[in-house]
């Protein structure tokens, strides 16, 4: 099995910074593209920023320039530093890992528990 572990959530003032990390364990052959993705109250899970094996990153409108997303290969491990924080950036973060699996075909996605971030104004 994968299990994926999040750390880094916690409560903050709007305009600071928070770093979040994931890390991905268990029979793992490879990770493809890793990202965060955010469910604030009352809404859907959006997706924040994904990053590719190879580097290439993607962000949602509402964080670039202000959100930065990284990854380690070696370690199975993706981060997303936060600066400038908004209110509404409140939400419960999620990692996602897209995996291939030792001994087993194909490439399957799972995600983590889940972190709390709380922006107060």
């Known amino acids: 099995q994968v299990q994926l572990e999040e750390s880094g959530g916690g409560l903050v003032q709007a305009g600071g910074s928070l770093r979040l990390s994931c890390s991905a364990s268990g029979s793992i052959r490879s990770i493809n593209a890793m990202g965060w993705y955010r469910q604030g109250p009352g809404l859907q899970r959006e997706l924040v920023a994904t990053i590719t094996s190879g580097g290439y990153t993607n962000y949602a409108d509402s964080v670039n320039g202000r959100f930065t997303i990284s990854r380690d290969n070696a370690e199975n491990t993706v981060h997303l530093q936060m600066n400038s924080l908004k209110p509404e950036d409140t939400a419960v973060y999620y990692c996602?890992?897209?995996?291939?699996?030792?001994?087993?075909?194909?490439?399957?996605?799972?995600w983590g528990q889940g972190t709390q971030v709380t922006v107060s104004s």
């Open positions: 996602k890992a897209n995996v291939a699996k030792r001994g087993v075909l194909g490439n399957y996605n799972y």
